[in-house]
């Protein structure tokens, strides 16, 4: 069966999650989420792709990225397995896969669904029974965000700067979201797009995807009629 083509639009945040093989840890101590952190900062820095939110779990990675050029999403994750499988196999003395296949990965209507998809990744380790606050887990993006510890890796997205106008402002209006539970059905939403590998989003913003892409964007709907389009990278302003 032949995979299923990924989306390339530059520009355009991806929620993407990557799982260790069958279901198995990919870290195993603590220098080992310090090495991931470090790879993905090369690779994201190489591969033009900004980071503005990420979890490491025990066995699975969730990580919230912009592209900013075509296939850098799928550059950045095929460098980033190479250097931390070859790190993991030679310090733990192992050989054959850590990841599970391919990650998988959705499109993000940002203007509606990319505050509710930090919180989302951010929240793992709180729905995981791991911790019982966001900010007691030590591998996420929440310490930055919502408390200013200092994170080199994350790149800000403009609808996170346009929380307040300065950092602290910024900082509590983050944490002010989590005052309150992501409800069933948004998390349905996330998750549905995420493991289809579709689009999370209002329909007029996967009726523009499906327009520029000739993909389909929900479950059982066919794509929208061809339209002309200069070929290369698609730059779209999706953010209003």
């Known amino acids: 069966m032949p995979r299923k083509p990924r989306f390339t639009l530059s520009g355009v945040p991806q929620h993407v999650i990557q ?6 840890p990919c870290f195993f101590a603590e220098q080992d989420y310090r090495r991931y ?8 820095d190489k591969h033009a792709c900004r980071i503005h939110a990420y979890v490491l779990m025990t066995n699975h990675v969730h990580l919230l990225l912009t592209p900013m050029k075509e296939h850098g999403i799928g550059e950045l994750m095929q ?8 790190y993991v196999n030679k310090t733990y003395r192992r050989t054959g896969t850590l990841w599970e296949g391919r990650y998988k990965a959705s499109l993000v209507d940002s203007e509606a669904y990319l505050l509710s998809c930090m919180r989302y990744v951010e929240l793992n380790p709180i ?3 791991m911790v019982g606050h966001a900010a007691e887990y030590k591998w ?11 994170d080199p890796l994350l790149s800000p997205h403009p609808l996170y700067t346009a929380l307040g106008h300065t950092a602290s402002e910024r900082q509590y209006a983050y944490r002010e979201l989590f005052r ?8 349905h939403e996330i998750r549905d797009a995420l493991n289809h590998e579709l689009v999370l989003g209002r329909s007029y913003f996967k009726d523009r995807i499906e327009a520029i892409t000739q993909r389909r964007t929900r479950l059982g709907i066919p794509g929208r009629p061809r339209v002309e389009e200069e070929a290369g990278v698609y730059y779209i302003d999706l953010v209003h």
Do not use: F, K, M, T
Not at 37 to 44: K, N, R
Not at 141 to 148: C, D, F
Not at 180 to 187: M, Q, S, Y
């Open 79 to 86: 460098a980033l397995g190479r250097r931390y499988v070859y």
């Open 19 to 24: 799982r260790g093989n069958n279901r198995e």
């Open 140 to 150: 996420s993006s929440y310490g930055a965000n919502a408390q200013g510890r200092p």
């Open 127 to 129: 729905r995981a029974e």
């Open 180 to 187: 309150h539970h992501i409800d069933e059905a948004l998390l």
């Open 37 to 44: 952190l470090d790879d993905l900062a090369v690779s994201a």
